[in-house]
């Protein structure tokens, strides 16, 4: 049989013909838009991508990509993203929910995968509504907040999720803007390429929902002429990594500077890589040191049975450890 | 004097952390090693420290198949034990005691319950005897109870003396004296004590000798103090050159699953489910017989809701995958259950039952999930429910359950209780090459995928099943969705589609109910032709089997009909067999009766009597004899509860 070549994967190859139902002029286009784009650019087959979403309109984007795409439960893409990518290591694992899904209903899962530094990626469509809903306040909302569709103004406070990430331990934490397709793309390739738990917080504007955190409002329209409230950290010459073998000062330098920027609201909110750590061992490479198998033989691959269908795990030790003599 | 009986129970209490399971495991084991056959049962308070726990190992040279309500052997060392199981001792039987605590008043006795402390002063008081162990013992005697004071504290002084060590350090072996002293005064002799004490304390070469030592000078100290022995019980070995194993539930459980492949467990650690996990972690690299090397990956979650769904996205990509919880898990677990039906994904949860609602008695025993596990989650869906009643069944049917998940892609919940996964058994070693290994149907990867790219993943087929494709196969590409969805995992609301899909997943449930075989569904046991007819399920098996042994000696025969296929409920088998029930005796862990309810509801047959126990303790041979027995005579009432205050 003669060798096929690999195909190259170009973004039309991430393109699905299905009836998309988000609202006209929604953010998740942009982000839909650059995850495609950021998968061809990254050379990924969709065979080996696996697409978890969440429950909320930001869930849907698993179904228009050809990706094997799973819609879950709300508030648990995490643990479902995290059972697969641990059982198949060579899956390129990417998690997508809304700030309710993560940060509501799954804040728990959100705390805890940072604890693991699993190799995935999570991200998180950030529009401070729950929109599928018509509109109640999500977890991100500012306390006293009150977009068109409240009888009145929220008196519940907003997580920042930047450092919540942060305090849970994700090795790679950045913010993109919906309608910033360009450096979105550039933003989830780094997010992919990470070789640990990249979580990336996008600003999505909801037009149908929430008419406080708008395109023009994103854009500054509201500021003095010619001053953008959305800005690239990267332009101010930030530097996030923190390499391998940093010391404690650096690490804890380096995690200031990142509450710092996560900390800006209101007339300058920064994009790009807050943090990308390389001082922490992924999950993977735990377990690779713990269960010596793992790497060649991981949950999804490893031989249970022969030809006949006999169990080829060898249990002798383990019963003699419980024999009688 | 009469013929030594050889059916022995043995009781051992104390504080939780005093080390009383390691003295009933020491006990235990010299008796299996001893080629006795035994039954052991362990109690225990929600706790880590100070809590009164106890543990009987019941010895004979036959199997056993459950405990005793009554021992013949009481061991304590504190007045605790003392007072809450003296009037457990049967007559002609034996307590052992500490000489230096047998004069605190019960009042003084921290953590006795108000409840036993009151119907013990009413006992005593009515006899005219002190409210204190002293009390108690001079009620046993009356009854014809040996009674043994053991001077512990002299026993540590000597001890330390001989063995030139502090007392301190004898302190921490005065739980192997206090087996020796029953040993001593069983008759049993003590090489197979020494022995034990390898096993037990293997590699630690100074505790073992020094332990070993206790024991012969504990030995000594008994023929001295009490030369002449009259107890009615001798622990006589057997010769036995049968392999055995002494295995607790959780371990069978474990053992199961490894044999069966899984490669993926998960759980949040909560009682009675948590040492399974922990016995498959410390397990958890092994050879492979294909030359290489495999392992289980057990990941500890954040909660349950956690649990459920990591597991299904392991189960996604291929690897046998499960997860292990009790009842409060499993309440938040029913989410996933949903979303693993709808997608019909092979995901197995061994559900270890505890005293229910709400936190209950989470060490304690009970079968208060039956209806939940059968219902849980919104919708509907089909599941796959089986219950093991006793150790070996819990491991065949533990493995069996992943050929039933990858089979008919369905959840497969496997239930347990806690006083199965905390019996500890000698049993003949398992049979793994009966297991065989089905994957079930799954697509070829090379099989080119429809025009649009996506696989058709629930493509309708005559049985139900559809090929699973898995994450990362090339061109298996499809969607999954806790929504109603079309052949390619796509979510629609068209009515006819979701009748199609309504109608191919039940399908799977009327598939498996035909091809399970029908011994997996129930079993006889007894007198198979018997009218009296008793239904149970679950771990009342043991206790209900020997309960028809002893009425058989009275010339009354029964049979059990053993459900251990709970759903889809087995009504073709059951309907000939409850043709000539009569009486039709239903016997359940739990108040309600809930296999009363499903048998009526799914065979039209309702329960002529009800044999319920729900104090959070299992039921005994002896118990249940009893209940059957008033049945037979004719002067029992329709619903009869076991109780018993002193468990």
């Not at chain 1, 209903?105 to 599928?132: E, K, P, S």
């Not at chain 2, 009766?593 to 959070?616: C, I, M, P, W």
Request: net charge negative.
């Amino acid at each position: 049989m003669a060798t096929a070549t690999t195909p190259q994967p170009t973004r039309q190859d991430y393109h699905v013909e299905y009836p998309n139902d988000w609202c006209p002029g929604c953010g998740d286009f942009g982000i839909l838009s650059a995850v495609q784009q950021a998968l061809a650019a990254l050379q990924l087959l969709p065979h080996q991508v696996a697409l978890f979403g969440g429950i909320g309109c930001s869930g849907k984007a698993v179904y228009y990509l050809p990706t094997y795409g799973i819609h879950t439960l709300h508030g648990r893409v995490l643990p479902y993203a995290t059972g697969a990518k641990l059982a198949n290591p060579d899956l390129t694992v990417i998690a997508i929910g809304g700030d309710g899904d993560g940060l509501g209903i799954g804040a728990g899962h959100f705390v805890n995968t940072g604890r693991r530094n699993v190799d995935l990626t999570y991200i998180l469509f950030n529009n401070a509504i729950y929109g599928l809903t018509k509109g109640q306040a999500a977890p991100t909302l500012p306390l006293g907040a009150q977009t068109k569709s409240f009888p009145e103004p929220t008196i519940q406070g907003a997580i920042n999720p930047l450092m919540l990430a942060l305090a849970s331990g994700y090795t790679w934490i950045g913010r993109g803007y919906a309608y910033h397709v360009r450096h979105l793309v550039e933003l989830i390739q780094r997010a992919i390429r990470h070789p640990g738990l990249a979580y990336l917080d996008v600003l999505q504007p909801c037009p149908t929902y929430n008419d406080l955190h708008t395109k023009d409002w994103f854009a500054g329209k509201d500021l003095a002429a010619g001053q953008a409230r959305l800005y690239d950290l990267e332009q101010e010459g930030y530097d996030p990594v923190i390499p391998a073998g940093a010391d404690d000062k650096m690490v804890f330098d380096k995690m200031t500077q990142c509450i710092a920027k996560a900390h800006e609201w209101g007339e300058r909110i920064a994009l790009g890589v807050l943090l990308e750590n390389h001082t922490l061992s992924s999950f993977q490479e735990r377990l690779g040191t713990r269960l010596k198998s793992y790497r060649q033989a991981p949950p999804a691959r490893r031989t249970i049975a022969n030809a006949l269908g006999h169990p080829t795990t060898g249990l002798s030790a383990l019963f003699s450890e419980l024999a009688v003599t | 004097m009469t013929k030594p009986r050889q059916d022995l129970a043995w009781r051992i209490g104390g504080p939780q952390g005093s080390g009383v399971d390691t003295a009933a495991s020491l006990f235990a084991r010299a008796c299996a090693i001893g080629g006795l056959w035994l039954f052991g049962r362990r109690e225990y308070y929600s706790n880590i420290m100070g809590r009164h726990s106890y543990y009987d190992v019941r010895v004979a040279p036959w199997e056993l198949t459950c405990h005793r309500s009554t021992v013949d052997i009481l061991t304590s060392f504190e007045p605790e034990t003392l007072a809450r199981h003296a009037l457990s001792v049967s007559e002609g039987g034996a307590i052992i005691y500490d000489a230096s605590e047998a004069d605190t008043p019960l009042h003084r006795i921290p953590f006795l319950d108000e409840r036993v402390r009151q119907d013990l002063s009413c006992y005593l008081e009515a006899r005219g005897l002190a409210c204190s162990p002293a009390g108690l013992l001079a009620a046993a005697r009356l009854r014809e109870i040996h009674t043994y004071a053991v001077p512990f504290d002299a026993l540590t002084r000597t001890l330390a003396g001989k063995l030139q060590i502090s007392q301190a350090a004898v302190g921490r072996t005065l739980n192997t004296a206090a087996v020796a002293v029953s040993g001593a005064l069983l008759g049993f002799d003590p090489q197979y004590l020494w022995r034990a004490l390898t096993k037990v304390f293997a590699g630690r070469a100074r505790l073992i000798e020094m332990n070993q030592q206790v024991v012969a000078l504990t030995y000594d100290l008994v023929q001295e103090t009490w030369p002449a022995q009259d107890l009615p019980f001798r622990i006589v070995p057997q010769e036995s050159h049968q392999q055995r194993l002494l295995v607790n539930g959780n371990q069978a459980v474990a053992l199961g699953k490894l044999a069966a492949g899984m490669s993926f467990q998960t759980y949040y650690p909560i009682s009675p489910a948590t040492d399974e996990s922990v016995y498959l972690e410390a397990h958890e690299s092994f050879p492979s017989l294909d030359g290489d090397e495999g392992s289980v990956l057990v990941v500890q979650t954040e909660d349950e809701l956690a649990a459920v769904t990591m597991a299904s996205g392991a189960a996604l990509t291929g690897a046998r995958s499960a997860t292990a919880t009790s009842g409060p898990g499993f309440s938040l677990m029913a989410e996933g259950l949903g979303w693993a039906g709808i997608n019909e994904v092979p995901l197995v949860v061994t559900l270890y039952q505890r005293g229910g609602p709400s936190t209950g008695m989470p060490t304690r025993s009970e079968q208060g999930d039956l209806q939940f596990a059968i219902h849980a989650g919104h919708g509907e869906f089909p599941r796959l429910v089986l219950a093991s009643g006793n150790i070996q069944e819990a491991f065949y049917d533990a493995a069996q359950a992943f050929n039933y998940a990858e089979r008919y892609q369905m959840v497969v919940i496997h239930i347990l209780d806690k006083a199965l996964a905390s019996t500890t058994q000698t049993l003949p070693p398992f049979d793994v090459s009966s297991i065989r290994i089905e994957r079930g149907a799954v697509q070829a990867s090379s099989v080119a995928t429809s025009a649009n790219g996506s696989y058709a993943r629930f493509s309708p087929t005559r049985s139900g099943v559809s090929p699973r494709a898995l994450l990362g196969q090339p061109a298996g590409m499809h969607w999954l969705t806790g929504g109603e969805h079309t052949s390619h995992g796509r979510v629609t609301e068209d009515p006819v589609v979701r009748e199609q899909m309504m109608e191919k997943r039940a399908q799977k449930l009327a598939l498996a109910a035909q091809e399970i075989p029908p011994d997996e569904k129930l079993k006889v046991y007894g007198a198979p032709y018997a009218a009296f007819t008793v239904v149970s399920w679950g771990s009342n098996q043991g206790a209900i089997r020997e309960a028809l042994r002893l009425l058989e000696t009275d010339g009354i025969y029964a049979r059990l009909v053993q459900i251990r296929l709970l759903w889809p409920f087995p009504v073709d088998e059951l309907l000939p067999l409850l043709e000539r029930a009569s009486p039709l005796v239903v016997v359940e862990l739990n108040f309600s009766g809930q296999l009363a309810h499903l048998l009526r509801e799914h065979t039209g047959r309702e329960s002529d009597f009800l044999v319920l126990k729900y104090n959070g303790r299992p039921m005994s041979g002896q118990e249940l004899y009893g209940a059957f027995g008033h049945i037979h005579a004719g002067h029992a009432e329709p619903r009869i509860v076991l109780r018993n205050p002193y468990e």
